[in-house]
């Protein structure tokens, strides 16, 4: 099972840069999360299997959007106004499987399947 991140690169501050996931299973609610050097991996933003269900961190909240085409079988997540503390390695996640359609877990545990991770680097 492989889900694929891509998108990540070298912006300014204030820039904006899109992230995409290839979804491997079309039934699971997907998440981003990040880890910054010397720290721990953090929840970012998650989509329900449907798309009816979107929860970000508060860090994010407001300058990042999640969203999923299930046609594409991808999931991206759009950030704008990027800060430097956005900095981090970025993962995709798809979540275990579960019969509630507006699932959409933000604890890293609730995740089954894990991408390789993409860089984003936000220089001020």
């Known amino acids: 099972v492989q889900l694929q991140a891509s998108g990540g690169g070298l912006v300014q501050a204030g820039d904006s840069l899109r992230l995409s996931c290839t979804i491997f299973a079309l039934n699971r609610a997907m998440g981003w999360f990040r880890q910054a050097p010397g720290k721990e991996r953090e929840f970012v933003a998650v989509i329900s299997r449907g798309g009816g269900s979107t929860s970000y961190s508060d860090s994010v909240k407001g300058r990042f959007t999640i969203s999923r085409d299930n046609v594409k079988s991808t999931v991206d997540l759009q950030m704008n106004n990027l800060k430097p503390e956005d900095t981090a390695v970025y993962y995709c996640?798809?979540?275990?499987?579960?019969?509630?359609?507006?699932?959409?877990?933000?604890?890293?545990?609730?995740?089954?399947?894990w991408g390789q991770g993409t860089l984003v680097t936000v220089s001020s």
């Open positions: 996640a798809a979540a275990f499987a579960n019969p509630v359609t507006n699932y959409a877990p933000v604890k890293a545990t609730s995740y089954a399947y």
